[in-house]
């Protein structure tokens, strides 16, 4: 692997009966990073991270973690030694209490760090007697995180962490995560149809639509390049001739034509006037709008 | 401590296995002297060569001696029965019938082979247990209807007792990793027995390997020997029911 990627897909794909789930994904994580996997729900989010974890086989292309290949059963065991993960459920073992899952959870771990399950069982006001059965969605999503952070994970692995919580405990869940890495040399992979959350955390983005992605960099560098063009016209406005890349979408609606570009602004613009626009109107593209224009564009 | 979470999965259904087991154990040795004052006082049950009045003559007969009474109530019926439903239940709830936890459970790192193995040797020790303990149950408990029951005897009885009912427990547990509800692997394994149990009582009364007639050492109690034969083919049923069950989950998605 490259050194400094902890994730690497070429071409994965997943089909289930004639469904096809992942359709050559290329996915690329380097370490260190918070990585937002963005997409609509149905996009291959989950499938990916199953099968980075080797729940689902791939049926085709290939995928490593930390360099070892995510469809060999031994390599994989590996993989889940040195990675935490929390399920879109907060998938947990009902029959036992707070406590007995996190001592369940620390025999597995032979890096399992005491000081930090002390420090979140404290932070995150975990009810140590109770029933794992008992807890609220609140609750039992921090006793994922504590599981999933105390394991000396170098890599997280966090599966819609904070759907069905509300804005509050959300944002708690958020910090955390933040906080986390800030302290530990870990890096995060998690995916999310929460636009407001990746903005909010994730440094680098990858935004998966119908198994393949469609857009993957540093959050900043797309915040920069990604704009939205309009260009007025005293009439109908033409149709833009130009194939310059970084073109994500071409609209054109009575005298406006609007094109959506991910980078090679200026060439855009220079073509609008060519074509004769009254007015040129550049804007920034919020990570919202990115995620629609991407989306929508392929629909 | 996969070791402790099949426990944890499995102790309770093990523990009231154990306690029907050894009530029903209790039961045979205590109830001996209500019936066998019965059988004394019965005459001659008429020899007309019926199905029905041959069994009624043969339970009469063999309820006049303790060894025979055991055999019939306890190992031949209740225990045989009993023990093939618990062993159903133990081998129910596999990886993908888990009510909650399966996503965590893939998620630890230990490879499928190991998380299943685990899970059928518990299963088969609680097993060995539930059907071990009601025979020694027995010889502990004669004297106090004063009569006596051979521990040789007892573990014979017991050893068949769980290889007849290690082959539901494993067909259970195969079937489990084909079936995502808990319910119908253990219908089907119920439907299996029930096929298996008349056939045999009906149509192969007198085949000695069969399933029903080696789970009640039928043949050891009537003085032909242990029936090996018949053990040797239960346990490579029962080996081959686990080994496709261990297979099947290591090619699955979940």
């Given amino acids: 692997m490259a050194d400094s990627h902890v994730i690497e897909c070429t071409g994965l794909s997943k089909q289930y009966g004639s469904r096809q789930a992942l359709d050559g994904l290329d996915l690329h994580v380097p370490k260190g990073s918070i990585f937002g996997f963005l997409g609509r729900n149905g996009a291959g989010k989950t499938t990916t991270i199953k099968i980075l974890l080797g729940m689902v086989s791939p049926t085709g292309g290939s995928g490593r973690v930390f360099g070892l290949p995510v469809d060999n059963p031994a390599s994989s065991v590996d993989i889940r030694r040195r990675t935490g993960f929390v399920s879109e459920e907060k998938d947990l073992y009902d029959g036992m209490s707070v406590a007995q899952l996190i001592d369940f959870t620390a025999r597995c771990y032979p890096r399992w760090r005491r000081d930090l399950q002390e420090q979140y069982v404290r932070s995150f006001e975990l009810p140590l007697d109770a029933g794992v059965k008992?807890?609220?969605?609140?609750?039992?999503?921090?006793?994922?995180?504590?599981?999933?952070?105390?394991?000396?994970?170098?890599?997280?692995?966090?599966?819609?962490?904070?759907?069905?919580?509300?804005?509050?405990?959300?944002?708690?869940?958020?910090?955390?995560?933040?906080?986390?890495?800030?302290?530990?040399?870990?890096?995060?992979?998690?995916?999310?149809?929460?636009?407001?959350?990746?903005?909010?955390i994730a440094d680098r983005i990858g935004i998966v639509h119908r198994g393949r992605m469609m857009l993957a960099g540093v959050l900043d560098d797309l915040r920069q390049d990604f704009r939205r063009v309009q260009a007025v016209f005293e009439h109908d406005a033409p149709a833009l001739t130009s194939s310059a890349p970084g073109i994500v979408r071409v609209r054109r609606q009575g005298r406006v034509l609007s094109v959506t570009a991910n980078g090679n602004v200026d060439a855009i613009v220079a073509e609008a006037h060519g074509l004769g626009a009254v007015a040129v109107d550049v804007t920034a593209m919020p990570l919202k709008d990115m995620f629609l224009e991407i989306v929508a564009g392929e629909n | 401590m996969l070791w402790?979470?099949?426990?944890?999965?499995?102790?309770?259904?093990?523990?009231?296995?154990?306690?029907?087991?050894?009530?029903?154990?209790?039961?045979?040795?205590?109830?001996?002297?209500?019936?066998?004052?019965?059988?004394?006082?019965?005459?001659?049950?008429?020899?007309?060569?019926?199905?029905?009045?041959?069994?009624?003559?043969?339970?009469?007969?063999?309820?006049?001696?303790?060894?025979?009474?055991?055999?019939?109530?306890?190992?031949?019926?209740?225990?045989?029965?009993?023990?093939?439903?618990?062993?159903?239940?133990?081998?129910?709830?596999?990886?993908?019938?888990?009510?909650?936890?399966?996503?965590?459970?893939?998620?630890?790192?230990?490879?499928?082979?190991?998380?299943?193995?685990?899970?059928?040797?518990?299963?088969?020790?609680?097993?060995?247990?539930?059907?071990?303990?009601?025979?020694?149950?027995?010889?502990?408990?004669?004297?106090?209807?004063?009569?006596?029951?051979?521990?040789?005897?007892?573990?014979?009885?017991?050893?068949?007792?769980?290889?007849?009912?290690?082959?539901?427990?494993?067909?259970?547990?195969?079937?489990?990793?084909?079936?995502?509800?808990?319910?119908?692997?253990?219908?089907?394994?119920?439907?299996v027995a029930t096929v298996i149990g008349l056939c045999e009582s009906l149509l192969f009364r007198s085949v000695a390997w069969g399933l029903f007639h080696v789970t009640s050492a039928e043949s050891y109690f009537r003085g032909a020997g242990v029936p090996w034969l018949g053990l040797l083919v239960a346990g490579a049923a029962s080996a081959a029911l686990l080994q496709r069950a261990i297979a099947a989950v290591e090619r699955q998605d979940y």
């Fill in chain 2, 4 to 191: 402790h979470k099949a426990w944890m999965d499995t102790r309770w259904r093990f523990l009231t296995g154990g306690l029907v087991l050894l009530l029903s154990a209790m039961g045979t040795v205590f109830s001996f002297q209500l019936v066998a004052g019965s059988a004394l006082s019965i005459g001659a049950v008429p020899q007309d060569g019926g199905l029905v009045s041959q069994a009624i003559r043969e339970a009469v007969d063999l309820s006049r001696t303790f060894r025979g009474f055991v055999w019939l109530n306890a190992f031949s019926q209740n225990l045989t029965q009993l023990g093939v439903l618990f062993a159903v239940l133990l081998g129910s709830g596999g990886l993908r019938t888990e009510a909650a936890g399966t996503l965590y459970t893939l998620s630890l790192p230990f490879s499928r082979g190991a998380l299943m193995s685990t899970r059928a040797a518990t299963g088969l020790l609680e097993l060995v247990a539930l059907t071990m303990l009601p025979p020694l149950a027995i010889v502990a408990l004669a004297p106090a209807v004063g009569e006596r029951y051979p521990v040789v005897e007892a573990l014979v009885h017991g050893m068949c007792l769980f290889a007849g009912t290690a082959v539901f427990f494993s067909l259970t547990f195969w079937l489990s990793t084909l079936f995502s509800d808990p319910w119908r692997p253990g219908l089907i394994a119920f439907g």
């Fill in chain 1, 134 to 200: 008992t807890l609220s969605r609140g609750t039992r999503t921090k006793l994922a995180l504590l599981l999933a952070f105390c394991r000396g994970a170098e890599l997280l692995v966090l599966d819609e962490p904070t759907s069905g919580l509300d804005p509050v405990v959300a944002d708690e869940v958020l910090q955390q995560l933040v906080g986390h890495v800030a302290r530990e040399d870990t890096t995060i992979f998690f995916s999310s149809h929460q636009l407001a959350e990746i903005d909010q």
